[in-house]
């Protein structure tokens, strides 16, 4: 599956984002899906990750209530709505497939698939 990430850009702090990533390829409801980011200087962290129905969202400490992640299935697109952003927000957004479809996973290694980053870059 290819992934192709969008929606990144400039924003200030307390402003939202939403991030879009759309599959093309094998079948999208196939896998969960995930949201990593990486900032300049640090390794890749997860940010949160949604099953193959849209069930069971489960998000990084650092983003939980802020951030909600979710899948539209018929689009092949799944999304990270980003609100209340920090500048500690601030890094190259990753989605990626996991090919186990009813809970993806906190750990990147398990992920198959990954698009190719969107950045986002919040200022105080």
């Known amino acids: 599956v290819q992934l192709q990430a969008s929606g990144g850009g400039l924003v200030q702090a307390g402003g939202s984002l939403r991030l879009s990533c759309a599959a093309s390829g094998r079948t999208f409801s196939s896998y969960a899906m995930g949201w990593f980011r990486q900032a300049p200087g640090k390794e890749r962290e997860f940010v949160a990750t949604?099953?193959?129905?849209?069930?069971?969202?489960y998000y990084a400490n650092s983003v939980k209530g802020r951030f909600t992640i979710s899948r539209d299935n018929a689009k092949n697109t799944v999304y990270l709505q980003m609100n209340s952003l920090k500048p500690e927000d601030t890094a190259v957004y990753y989605c990626?497939?996991?090919?186990?479809?009813?809970?993806?996973?906190?750990?990147?290694?398990?992920?198959?698939?990954w698009g190719q980053g969107t950045l986002v870059t919040v200022s105080s």
């Open positions: 990626a497939a996991h090919g186990r479809p009813y809970i993806g996973s906190y750990l990147p290694g398990e992920y198959d698939y």
């Open positions: 949604v099953s193959w129905s849209g069930g069971r969202p």
